[in-house]
C-alpha cells in the first residue's frame, strides 16, 4: 500500500532564504508526482506535476526533483518570500489517477 | 483561467440527515475525483468517475456514498445518512487526461454534522 510522507511538518523561515520541502513514498510504480499549495480554508493548488519519466520541473521560483527508484521527491523554493506561506501538499499517482496525499509542510516566511 | 467551482462552501447537517455535495467541473475536462479532508489530517480518495461510471473507489467510500452526474454538467456526492464522523472538508477535483495532466480542485464544502 503506498504511503506518502512529508518532512518537515513545519518550518520557519526568514524572508529571502532559499528552502527545501521533502516528500518520500513507499512504492515506486508511479505515473506522477505532483506538488500543491493550500491555503487556510481553500482548496488545493497545483504548482507542478512531474510524469515518473521526468527528473525535475520548474515554474518560477519553484523546482520540483524526482528520484522514483529511492522514492524521493524535493521541492525548492528560491528566494522566498511571506506571500509562500502556506501548506504545501505532495501528492503520487498510479496508473488510476487516484492521488495519494503527504500530511503536508506548513511553511511560514517572516517578513 | 477555468476554476472547479463547489457548492455549498459550508453545510452544517443533523446526523442521520441526507446531504448533496455539487461540483462543477472545468468544461473540458473528463476525469472527475472527490476527496475528503478531516481537520488536521492527510487529504483522502473518496471515490473517480470517467464516462459516467465509477473508476475507483477508497474503503471509505460504503454504501452511504453515491455520486452522479445528472445533467451532464453537475458532479454530485450524496451521503444517505450522515455520521458525525462525516465531519470534513469535501473536495472535488477534475482533470483532462488522468495521468498526464494536473488534477484541477474545487475550493471544497465544509461539512458540520451534529
Known amino acids: 500500500k503506498q504511503e506518502v510522507t512529508q518532512i518537515p511538518a513545519a518550518l520557519s523561515v526568514p524572508e529571502g532564504e532559499n528552502l527545501v520541502l521533502n516528500c518520500s513514498f513507499t512504492?515506486?510504480?508511479?505515473?506522477?508526482l505532483q506538488w500543491f499549495r493550500q491555503d487556510p480554508g481553500k482548496g488545493l493548488t497545483s504548482l507542478l506535476l512531474i510524469q515518473s519519466s521526468q527528473r525535475e520541473q520548474t515554474s518560477g521560483r519553484l523546482n520540483a526533483s524526482l528520484d522514483k527508484s529511492s522514492g524521493r521527491s524535493t521541492l525548492y523554493i528560491a528566494a522566498s518570500q511571506p506571500g509562500d506561506s502556506a501548506t504545501y501538499l505532495c501528492?503520487?499517482?498510479?496508473?488510476?489517477?487516484?492521488?495519494?496525499f503527504g500530511q503536508g509542510t506548513t511553511l511560514q516566511v517572516k517578513p | 483561467e477555468p476554476e472547479v467551482t463547489q457548492t455549498p462552501s459550508h453545510q452544517v447537517t443533523q446526523m442521520g440527515q441526507e446531504v448533496i455535495l455539487r461540483c462543477v467541473p472545468i468544461s473540458n475536462h473528463l476525469y472527475f475525483y472527490w476527496y475528503r479532508q478531516i481537520l488536521g489530517q492527510k487529504v483522502e480518495f473518496l471515490v473517480s468517475f470517467y464516462n459516467n461510471e465509477i473508476s475507483e473507489k477508497s474503503e471509505i467510500f460504503d454504501d452511504q456514498f453515491s455520486v452522479e452526474r445528472p445533467d451532464g454538467s453537475n458532479f454530485t456526492l450524496k451521503i444517505r445518512s450522515t455520521k458525525l464522523e462525516d465531519s470534513a472538508m469535501y473536495f472535488c477535483a477534475t482533470d483532462r487526461d488522468r495521468n498526464n495532466q494536473p488534477q484541477h480542485f474545487g475550493d471544497g464544502t465544509r461539512l458540520s454534522i451534529l
Open positions: 501528492a503520487v499517482s498510479g496508473n488510476t489517477g487516484k492521488l495519494i
Open positions: 512504492d515506486s510504480a508511479i505515473y506522477n
